[in-house]
């Protein structure tokens, strides 16, 4: 039994560690995810990420309806608005764009200690605790600003709550969580048939109380916002947002180009990809033990049903029934059948992490404790390398899916973060004085803003325009140009773009100062070759110059030219 104190001491300890590893080289890895589509739209909360592919509500009026503003056309709105808020307190960058996600990581290792010793001991609290904080899986998704690690945090404080209303009655606390969860991604709404089945299994009172139905009523009033949205949208458009009208089998013609549904696969392909999938995702020691963990969970199952006498014990640290495992094992089930409708992609399968983590620290008091203990460092040193080799180490050893993940792909640096930093100081203490005009009022309405403030902060008039080449990763192009584009009013085109006028056109346009960026690497994160363009070879030629500035990547090799001419 460790004392308080003791407890304390090793807490405060995984939540160090916890935060050097989320927080180490937080901004070396590019904004090439769904990050940037996220990230861009919150710079100012509008629905709109510049595709022709997947328009939005925001496009389909010339007057933007108030409602279009309750909600977005793929997912709820909270996570927007969190990272809205971390960008106007920061600053618009790749820290502040992942910060959010970071503390959200953080929370969630905090509440896997809390639920872990709610359902067993502190001793397996601190364990869960351990495992998540040096988990790949859960550190890649901490480190990128994706809604998973938010969700995730919100879906154990609900998860957390409940478990606690089940000797304290309050279930308004879970009800606030699961409303702000959902609101936060529709994937949040799985907690409600396992609070439910759970219940009819085992206290089927609670079901009768009105406190807990008030609860639900709390979890539709939070979720509202989307509720009026869709109702308002089938109004305008007849059809419903795009995860729903795909989930009803809508046809809406704006949204035909939908890789993450086809990336899904049917429903054998998710049947067959579920295992590999959460394989790559915890790797080999962790996946192993979970498997083990959760074969004991059935055996003793089977065992107790046939005994006619349930008991659920803990290992004998307990006496008496545990809410645990069942609780945890329907969190799997329900996790499970979720991947099997949405797809086990990887974004999706690290939801079932804590869960996974819970029944491992379940599972271990239950081996003889030399061998247990073997265990516990075996996994702590292998996660910690892994976590390394994965997230950390520019160049892996070994094998993918062996010794690093799969995702690591989303945690290199290819440059684009050093260009970002290159721009930025281009930019600094200036302002448009030359602008295009957008397409779209609401656009035009963000561009005047933007000029508006850098005037009252005394930025200086530029005459710049700003070609790029593009062959760059469309998602990176939408972090490092649009965005400048459309929340800061500079002029922005391709080099495709530029060459379909003449050089006097552009100065007739007003411009005076041209920077040219192009691929130098060929090795970079770029477009499929198929999809290329020569255009950036073409003007790199014409201009028949050096070229002003080599942007280098963290390992010092070259991966951009900038040129610049007046």
């Known amino acids: ?42 710079i100012g909360y509008i629905d709109f990420f510049v595709s022709p592919y997947q328009t939005t509500p925001y496009e389909w009026f010339s007057d933007t309806p108030a409602w279009v503003k309750l909600s977005f056309h793929d997912h709820p709105p909270l996570i927007f608005l969190i990272e809205n808020l971390f960008f106007k307190v920061f600053g618009v960058n790749v820290f502040s764009l992942r910060l959010p996600f970071v503390l959200a990581g953080m929370a969630s290792v905090i509440l896997i200690y809390l639920i872990g010793s709610q359902l067993f001991n502190q001793k397996s609290g601190l364990l869960a605790a351990l495992f998540l904080a040096i988990s790949p899986y859960h550190l890649w998704i901490s480190r990128v600003g994706l809604q998973e690690s938010m969700v995730m945090a919100l879906m154990l404080l609900a998860f957390y709550f409940f478990i606690l209303s089940l000797g304290n009655q309050k279930h308004w606390r879970w009800g606030i969580f699961l409303g702000l969860a959902m609101l936060s991604k529709y994937t949040a709404i799985i907690l409600l048939p396992i609070f439910l089945v759970y219940l009819l299994i085992s206290n089927r009172k609670i079901l009768f109380d009105k406190k807990f139905w008030l609860a639900i009523i709390l979890v539709i009033l939070i979720f509202s916002p989307v509720l009026i949205y869709n109702f308002k949208l089938y109004q305008a458009r007849g059809h419903f947002d795009l995860q729903l009208s795909f989930l009803f089998g809508q046809k809406v013609n704006e949204w035909q180009f939908l890789p993450g549904k086809i990336q899904a696969g049917s429903l054998f392909d998710r049947i067959i990809n ?37 008991s659920w014990q803990s290992g004998g640290a307990r006496s008496e029934p545990l809410i645990a495992p069942p609780l945890v094992v329907l969190a799997i089930i329900f996790h499970i059948l979720l991947f099997m409708l949405i797809g086990p992609l990887s974004r999706f399968v690290v939801m079932i992490i804590p869960f996974s983590l819970l029944l491992i620290v379940w599972f271990l ?98 005459t710049i325009l700003l070609i790029y080449d593009e062959n760059m990763y469309d998602l990176a192009t939408l972090w490092l140009f649009h965005r400048r584009l459309i929340y800061e009013g500079w002029p922005i085109i391709t080099a495709d773009a530029y060459l379909g006028q003449s050089q006097d056109y552009w100065r007739r346009q007003g411009i005076t100062e041209f920077y040219f960026v192009k691929i130098i690497d060929p090795a970079i994160l770029q477009r499929p070759e198929a999809e290329r363009s020569q255009a950036a070879q073409n003007l790199s030629e014409q201009l028949n110059s050096s070229p002003k500035s080599i942007i280098k990547r963290l390992d010092s090799r070259s991966v951009f030219a900038v040129y610049y001419w007046q």
């Open 1 to 42: 039994m460790l004392s308080k104190k003791q407890t304390w001491s090793l807490l405060i300890s995984i939540l160090i560690l916890a935060a050097f590893l989320r927080l180490y080289n937080l901004t070396s890895a590019d904004v090439i995810t769904d990050e940037a589509l996220i990230a861009f739209r919150a």
């Open 274 to 310: 579920l295992i590999p999938a959460m394989f790559r995702g915890l790797l080999a020691p962790m996946f192993l033990l979970f498997a083990i963990s959760l074969l004991s969970v059935v055996y003793q199952l089977i065992k107790e049903t046939l005994q006619l006498a349930p």
């Open 365 to 462: 008091p239950q081996l003889p404790k030399k061998i247990m203990m073997t265990l516990v460092i075996l996994i702590t040193f292998s996660e910690i390398f892994f976590s390394y080799n994965t997230l950390y180490a520019f160049t892996p050893i070994g094998q993918k899916d062996f010794t690093y993940a799969y995702f690591r792909n989303d945690s290199v640096n290819w440059g684009y973060n050093q260009l970002d930093d290159y721009l930025t100081e281009i930019f600094k203490n200036k302002r448009p004085a030359v602008s295009f005009t957008g397409r779209y009022p609401f656009l035009e309405k963000i561009k005047q803003q933007a000029t508006a403030t850098a005037k009252k902060e005394n930025k200086q008039p530029a």
